[in-house]
Antibody
Framework: EVQLVEAGGGLVQPGGSLRLSCAAS????????MTWLRQAPGKGLEWVAN????????YHVDSVKGRFTMSRDNAKNSLYLQMNSLRAEDTAVYYC???????????WGQGTLVTVSS | DVVMTQSPLSLPVTLGQPASISCRSS???????????LNWFQQRPGQSPRRLIY???NWDSGVPDRFSGSGSGTDFTLKISRVEAEDVGVYYC?????????FGGGTKVEIK
């Protein structure tokens, strides 16, 4: 069974940094693209970034480009999202997800809440 | 970015009755490889989203066959043939054809 468990969320001040992690199990992590998405409280879903199988290519949406960096460690079956220069509008539940091809997400984690507030 | 527009925003349904959700994209979702990367997700209250349908009309395993997806180009529909209590939640369409992938605003299905 595919399991994705996010961690690292919490309360951070505007301008601060946070590093999210996602532990994957139940599948061969290294052969899949992986994705981070987010959902602001009471709002819809937003794609944040994705990464190819060996981590050599990452794609970030414009709203986080230059501030967030996605990475992975296939030896640890883990995914990361380094978030810098955080803003209030980054407040959301962050999900990691498995991409089975062409942005086709078939599995989601339970999410971790990031709150950016002073 | 491709704008995905869902309607209605809210859908009160009587148990056992059908329901239909529309999703329209601001540009064609037909990829150069011939596929149409349009997915549907269900998010029950307090839960993570769950994929129901991928590439317009393909069911995920474990998804009841009362759910069906259809459409082409820029117009897509998710239908529930007979709504059950466990179907309550928010439904999202999502396009993966164009970068960045984008979601519709969601349709909240509730029981009358």
């Amino acid at each position: 069974e595919v399991q994705l468990v996010e961690a690292g969320g919490g309360l951070v001040q505007p301008g601060g940094s946070l590093r999210l992690s996602c532990a994957a199990s139940g599948f061969t992590f290294s052969i899949y693209w992986m994705t981070w998405l987010r959902q602001a409280p009471g709002k819809g879903l937003e794609w944040v970034a994705n990464i190819n199988q060996d981590g050599s290519a990452t794609y970030h949406v414009d709203s986080v480009k230059g501030r967030f960096t996605m990475s992975r460690d296939n030896a640890k079956n883990s995914l990361y999202l380094q978030m810098n220069s955080l803003r209030a509008e980054d407040t959301a539940v962050y999900y990691c997800a498995r991409d089975v091809g062409w942005h086709n997400i078939d599995s989601w984690g339970q999410g971790t809440l990031v709150t950016v507030s002073s | 970015d491709v704008v995905m527009t869902q309607s209605p925003l809210s859908l009160p349904v009587t148990l056992g009755q059908p329901a239909s959700i529309s999703c329209r994209s601001s540009q064609s979702l037909v990829h150069s490889d011939g596929n149409t990367y349009l997915n549907w997700f269900q998010q029950r209250p307090g839960q993570s989203p769950r994929r129901l349908i991928y590439k317009v009309s393909n069911w995920d395993s474990g998804v009841p066959d009362r759910f069906s997806g259809s459409g082409s180009g820029t117009d897509f529909t998710l239908k529930i043939s007979r709504v059950e209590a466990e179907d309550v939640g928010v439904y999202y369409c999502m396009q993966g054809t164009h970068w960045p992938p984008t979601f519709g605003g969601g349709t909240k299905v509730e029981i009358k």
